[in-house]
């Protein structure tokens, strides 16, 4: 089948690809292109768990209605199976949530991103001058003792320039302060929410497993004994009244009404 899987992930990749690229060069993506992709890579597995789920819903109800047509062991240990498999879709969809719901987190951080743009970009822009001065002032010193006495008192760069970015950190002091703490902050809920959620989501899974064996268990695949005819074997099936009290007991949240 990898023939078949693998053109499927390489239209994936180029898509995401095509994708990343867009983002990267749109005028919205600001200072931080890579923000804008993230998100985009949120959406696209919050899409694919929704769209996973949906496939195994259908994937159960036709289980259900293929055990309709076989024998009593087989049409019963199935047909709880579907339900536990809804179950499983029911468990991926609330983790898909939270997905969702990490990504709304950061889509705020880029709002906050986008409205200090201006602030980001001019304290950019300051850096990138003094960084070049800097260069400039090195690479045109000639002789070894204006080097030692560069060294000696430091780089020697435009004097507008440190009290200009001085008064430029004293201004947007606190509006960095602000972004930079509500960035550490939703980044941390938004984690510490998704871990809650796949810790939720194994535990669940391990209990539909654990459930799912027991279902398992009651359909017998040892060989038919000579001289018995299969059909009047398997018509004298009792798992579904051995197992149907726990079943009730243990599982009604599993059950779909």
């Known amino acids: 089948m990898s023939h078949l899987i693998d053109p499927c992930l390489r239209a994936t990749k180029i898509a995401h690809g095509i994708r990343r690229g867009i983002d990267g060069l749109s005028p919205m993506s600001g200072l931080v292109p890579e923000l804008r992709i993230l998100i985009q890579e949120q959406k696209n597995v919050f899409t694919s768990m929704k769209r996973a789920a949906f496939e195994k819903d259908e994937a159960a109800k036709h289980l259900a209605i293929y055990a309709k047509t076989e024998g009593p062991d087989i049409a019963d240990t199935l047909s709880k199976l579907s339900i536990l498999i809804q179950k499983s879709a029911d468990v991926e969809r609330a983790y898909s949530d939270s997905v969702g719901q ?44 204006s080097d030692k006495a560069s060294s000696a008192r430091g780089p ?102």
């Open 102 to 145: 990490s990504r709304e987190y950061f889509k705020e951080i880029r709002a906050a991103e986008d409205e200090n743009y201006s602030v980001r970009k001019r304290k950019l822009d300051l850096e990138q001058k003094l960084a070049l001065e800097k260069a400039h002032h090195h690479s045109s010193t000639a002789s070894v003792a």
């Open 156 to 257: 020697e760069l435009h004097p507008e320039l440190h009290p200009e970015l001085k008064v430029f950190r004293q201004e947007t002091m606190l509006v960095e302060n602000d972004l930079e703490d509500a960035k550490r902050k939703k980044i941390k809920q938004a984690t510490l929410e998704q871990l809650e959620a796949l810790e939720r989501w194994g535990k669940e899974m391990v209990v539909i497993a654990h459930y799912g064996r027991q279902v398992m268990a009651e359909l017998d695949d040892t060989p038919t004994p000579a001289g018995i005819y299969v059909d009047d074997r398997h018509a004298t099936y009792d798992g579904t009244d051995k197992f149907s009290l726990t079943w009730k007991k243990k599982v009604p949240r599993l059950q779909k009404h």
